[in-house]
Nanobody, 126 residues
Framework: QVQLVESGGGLVQPGGSLRLSCAAS???????????MGWFRQAPGKEREFVAS????????AYLDSVKGRFTISRDNAKNTVYLQMNSLKPEDTAVYYC????????????????WGQGTQVTVSS
């Protein structure tokens, strides 16, 4: 059974940092390096939006314009884990953040991701 488990969310003040982790197990864990990985987020009353993705090898990345220069996606294929380092956080970054896996080499569209985690809450507030 495919499982993606996010961790690292929480409450942080504006300007602060958080690092999200997503560990893959099951079928996704055995073929983790064959999956592009992505992070999406959904704020209350809004649609889920793409945040960042990383290719199978980690050589290519893509970001939502509003997080470029502040967020960094990375992966450790030996640990079956993908990370999202979030710096200079803003209140508008408040959302539930979801990790997702895609069979494509790299992907940015939600429809290209077949496995999803349960989400982790990030709240940016003073």
């Amino acid at each position: 059974q495919v499982q993606l488990v996010e961790s690292g969310g929480g409450l942080v003040q504006p300007g602060g940092s958080l690092r999200l982790s997503c560990a893959a197990s099951g079928r996704t864990g055995r073929t983790f390096s064959s999956n592009a990985m992505g992070w999406f987020r959904q704020a209350p009353g809004k649609e889920r939006e793409f945040v960042a993705s990383i290719s199978r090898s980690g050589s290519s990345t893509a970001y939502l314009d509003s997080v470029k220069g502040r967020f960094t996606i990375s992966r450790d294929n030996a640990k079956n884990t993908v990370y999202l380092q979030m710096n200079s956080l803003k209140p508008e970054d408040t959302a539930v953040y979801y990790c997702a896996a895609s069979r494509k080499t790299i992907a940015t569209m939600a429809g290209d991701f077949g496995s999803w985690g349960q989400g982790t809450q990030v709240t940016v507030s003073s």
